[in-house]
């Protein structure tokens, strides 16, 4: 049983209830879901990078790469198994990620004072509209990409048994807008990680201007590197290197 020191003592026999917000749910605990969870993804999005980086080594490398990803686990786990445990886990991490970050941003705006007199104005800061715009076009992205690479419905070949013939088909010089469509997803995605990956670093590093200028470095080029290496592929295909 609580009460505040504005509220007067209850009397004998009167049962006060009041809302205590669960710690997850406190602003403190959904930042800590969105660390939790943005590195997760920022994990996964670093095996991928390395593990497209092996369509320099050839067809019947990547292919075989791409099907020892349906058996990691076995014989412990039947094949594919381990694959749907990191799916369940992926989109998770997602919808919570994009959870927190609602709740967050809807208390933020609640919290203001005074409104905003002009629409135009009613935007938040720089940084908190980047990570929202950069969020939905990475979603829309990944909806796409999965439909293109991991099913093959919007591959130009679409054989799920042959993934390194769906990439080269897909950024052929013809198809070069696919190309051009992913290089801005992958800079939406290199900006959202620098500004996550700066507040995880800053919050874990020295609270200080010196402390504050290497967190900023780390992150751009933590998100300078991943964006290279994504981007490395589809140019590949386009200019030939790859084919
Ligand atoms: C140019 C860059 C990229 C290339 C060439 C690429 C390539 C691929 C390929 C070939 C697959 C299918 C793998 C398979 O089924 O064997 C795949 C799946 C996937 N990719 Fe990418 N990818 C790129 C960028 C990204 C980015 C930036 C993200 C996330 C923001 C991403 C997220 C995913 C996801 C979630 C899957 C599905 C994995 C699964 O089947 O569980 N990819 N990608």
Known sequence: ???TTDQSA????????TKTRS????????????????????????????????VFTGETSFDHYAHW???????????????????????????AHIAAATVLALRARA???VRYAHRKKVQGSYAARTMRWGGVIILLFVIYHILDLTTGHLNPQGDVSNPYGNVVADF????????LFYTLAIVALGFHLRHGAFSAFR????????????????????AVVLCAGYLVVPFAVLTGLVS
């Open 10 to 17: 209850p009397s004998v026999g009167q049962v006060v209830i």
């Open 1 to 3: 049983m609580h009460w």
């Open 203 to 222: 919050s874990l590093g020295q609270q200080s201007p010196k402390g504050e200028l290497r967190a900023r470095t780390a992150a751009l080029v933590f």
């Open 69 to 95: 990803l349906r058996d990691i686990g076995t014989p412990l786990l039947p094949s594919t198994w381990y694959l749907w445990i990191q799916r369940t886990v992926l989109t998770v991490a997602v919808l």
């Open 111 to 113: 919290a203001r004072p």
């Open 23 to 54: 710690p997850i749910r406190s602003n403190v605990g959904l930042k800590a879901v969105m660390a939790v969870t943005g590195i997760l993804l920022a994990l996964f999005l670093i095996a991928h990078m390395l593990g497209n980086l092996k």
């Open 172 to 179: 052929a010089p013809e198809r070069w807008y696919v190309t």
